[in-house]
């Protein structure tokens, strides 16, 4: 069964560095998503990607965040300078014809020292 | 607005028992509410969905039950198994028409425990 695949599984990084964190949606999906999801409470939406544009971003996607198809399969996402509230599961979603259907990836688990 | 509210924080169910989850919104244009189970260290599953159109969808042990005038909605699971032992959450979404995208807008989870 096709799934969502993201890399790495857990990073650690310092304050102020960039991160990029990496995701493989399923391939014949259009629709990707990134959440977010601090230790113990909400899954968070973070932004909506379609067609090589972002479709949607919530308050939490700032000028730090962006996100790119870099080629047909990856699509990614860079935290440009890393903050210690940043710590969290970043999750990667796709749906496909059926848009309302999202897939989530098993997560990145970023902590920000 | 854009609030999903999930009750029970936590449940603890017997093998064999029913449990209940349940979440109420207040948004009425949110239009699809999906149901996903997450097991430690993994992402949210997708589990079972409904449209405001019906009232009741089953899938299995897996049942929602939806209340549109209530703005209700919740995940039954008939004979609760140790393996249904998981964080659930309830979320709602609508279609930005504008940006075509389904946002989803979860609630805070029910931490379920199924003791044999």
């Known amino acids: 069964e096709p799934e969502v695949t993201q890399t790495p599984s857990h990073q650690v990084t310092q304050m102020g560095q960039e991160v990029i964190l990496r995701c493989v949606p399923i391939?014949?999906?259009?629709?990707f998503y990134w959440y977010r999801q601090i230790l113990g409470q909400k899954v968070e939406f973070l932004v909506s990607f379609y067609n090589n544009e972002i479709s949607e971003k919530s308050e939490i996607f700032d000028d730090q965040f962006s996100v790119e198809r870099p080629d047909g399969s990856n699509f990614t996402l860079k935290i440009r300078s890393t903050k210690l509230e940043d710590s969290a599961m970043y999750f990667c979603?796709?749906?496909?014809?059926?848009?309302?259907?999202?897939?989530f990836g098993p997560g990145t688990r970023l902590t920000v020292t | 607005q854009q609030q999903v509210k999930q009750s029970p924080q936590s449940l603890i169910v017997q093998k064999g028992g029913i449990s209940i989850i349940n979440c109420a919104y207040e948004n009425t244009a949110f239009d699809y509410f999906p149901w996903y189970q997450q097991f430690p260290g993994k992402g949210p599953a997708l589990l079972i969905a409904i449209r405001p159109d019906v009232s009741e969808k089953k899938e299995g042990r897996f049942t929602i039950s939806f209340n549109k005038s209530a703005k209700q909605f919740s995940l039954h699971i008939m004979d609760s198994q140790p393996g249904d032992s998981a964080t659930y959450f309830c979320a709602a979404s609508m279609l930005n028409s504008g940006a075509g995208s389904y946002q989803l807008t979860f609630g805070k989870g029910t931490k379920l425990s199924v003791i044999p």
């Open positions: 391939s014949n999906h259009l629709y």
């Open positions: 979603a796709s749906s496909g014809l059926v848009i309302y259907e999202q897939y």
